[in-house]
C-alpha cells in the first residue's frame, strides 16, 4: 500500500478511479479509508472489474479524476490518457499443509511446471521449496508479458506454454479452477490445481474435456447456421480477432451477421435477438466458462482459428 500511495503521489493525483474485482468487496472500504487518510480522494468503481484489461479511463475523466487505481490486477499494456496506477495486491494462503496433505497426487510426476495469478505469487516459492524438499524437479517461467515468475491470466497462459516441453505435469496455485482451466486447455500435459480455498490439490480434466466437447459441438453448429451473432465489447483491452473480417467470410458463405456491441455480455441483453450462434470477440474466457449461461451457443474468436483449439 505505501508503494501505491508513494506513486500516486508522484503523479500529484488527488481524485482516484478505484477498479477492484468481486473478490476484494469486504476489503475495499478499508483500502479507500486508507488513501483518503493519505490526502486522495477516491471514487470506488462498483461496475465488474474482471482485469486490467478493463481500464475505464472515460467514466474516470467524466468523474474528472486524474489517476486509475486498479487494484489485483497486473498492467494489461493498455496506454490510458490518464495514469493508471497497478496495486499488486497478494492473498495470504499457506500451501504446506495442503502440500503435506495431498502430496501423493504429485508422486508419478518427477519435473512440475509451477504457475499461479498475481494474487498468490508469493505462496509459489512455499510450494517450490516444498516440492525440492521431497526431490522434484520444479520449472517456472516468465511470461515477457506479465511481472512475475510463473504469472499467468485467464487469456495468457505463456509461463505454463513455455515450459510444455520440459515437465511432466503442472501445478497451479490458485482458487479455484479459472486460472488451471485457461492452461488446461491450451497444453496436453496434466494439471492439477492447488486450490488455496477449498485446500485440496484436484485434476480439472473433466472440466477441460467438458469445454473441449462443447467446441466441437458448436463449430458445427457455426456450419450449419444461419444467423450468426458476433459479439463485441468496447472495454479496452477486450478485442481479440478482427469481427468486420468474419462477418465478410461468414456473408460469403451465405449466413445473415450481426455485430453486437455492449460493455459486459449478458444472456439478457441477448433477450430477444434471433440468431443461431454467437462467435464472441472479447475476453476468451466468456464463452469457455460462462455458456451454461447462455441460451444460444457460444464460440470465441480463437476456436474458429484451425491453428487453435
Ligand atoms: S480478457 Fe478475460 S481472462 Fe484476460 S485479463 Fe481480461 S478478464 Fe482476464
Known amino acids: 500500500m505505501e508503494e501505491v500511495i508513494e506513486k500516486l503521489r508522484a503523479i500529484n493525483a488527488k481524485r482516484v ?18 488513501l483518503e487518510r493519505n490526502g486522495f480522494e ?12 478493463d481500464v475505464r ?17 497486473g498492467d494489461f499494456g493498455i496506454k490510458a490518457d490518464i495514469p493508471v496506477i497497478y496495486y499488486d495486491y497478494f492473498l495470504n494462503g499457506n500451501p504446506v499443509p495442503i502440500l503435506e496433505k495431498e502430496y501423493h497426487k504429485l508422486e508419478n510426476y518427477q519435473k512440475i511446471g509451477l504457475v499461479t495469478s498475481l494474487q498468490f505469487i508469493p505462496a509459489t516459492e ?49 482458487a479455484g479452477k479459472f486460472y488451471g482451466l ?42 450449419d447456421a444461419k444467423i450468426v451473432g458476433l ?24 449466413k445473415e451477421v450481426y455485430l453486437l456491441a455492449m460493455d459486459e455480455f449478458s444472456p439478457e441483453k441477448l433477450e430477444g435477438m434471433k440468431v443461431d450462434i454467437l462467435v464472441s470477440f472479447a475476453c476468451p474466457r466468456i ?14 474468436y480463437y476456436d474458429i482459428q484451425s491453428s487453435n483449439r
Open 287 to 300: 464463452s469457455t466458462d460462462d455458456q451454461a449461461k447462455y441460451r444460444i451457443p457460444m464460440l470465441n
Open 126 to 174: 512455499k510450494v517450490k521449496e516444498f516440492l525440492e524438499s521431497k526431490g522434484k524437479k520444479v520449472f517456472m517461467a516468465k511470461s515477457p508479458l506479465e511481472k512475475y515468475e510463473g504469472q499467468m491470466l485467464g487469456c495468457r497462459t505463456g509461463a505454463g506454454k513455455a515450459l510444455e516441453s520440459k515437465v511432466d505435469a503442472f501445478l497451479c496455485v490458485s
Open 42 to 53: 477516491t471514487y470506488l468503481c462498483l461496475e465488474s472489474s474482471w482485469g486490467a484489461c
Open 182 to 223: 485457461g492452461l488446461a486447455l491450451d497444453t496436453e500435459k496434466p494439471l492439477l490445481n492447488l486450490d488455496l480455498e477449498k485446500c485440496k490439490i484436484y485434476s480439472i480434466d473433466d472440466v477441460k474435456n467438458k469445454v473441449e466437447k462443447i467446441i466441437a459441438w458448436n463449430r458445427q453448429v457455426l456450419k
Open 57 to 73: 479511463e472515460d467514466e474516470a475523466k467524466r468523474l474528472k479524476c486524474d489517476a486509475i487505481l486498479h487494484i489485483a490486477h
Open 231 to 254: 459479439l463485441i465489447s468496447w472495454k479496452r483491452g477486450q478485442m481479440f480477432g478482427n469481427p468486420s473480417a468474419l462477418k465478410t467470410r461468414l456473408e460469403k458463405e451465405g
Open 17 to 34: 478511479f478505484v477498479q477492484f474485482p468481486e473478490g476484494l468487496k469486504l476489503k475495499i472500504q478499508e483500502i479507500s479509508k486508507e
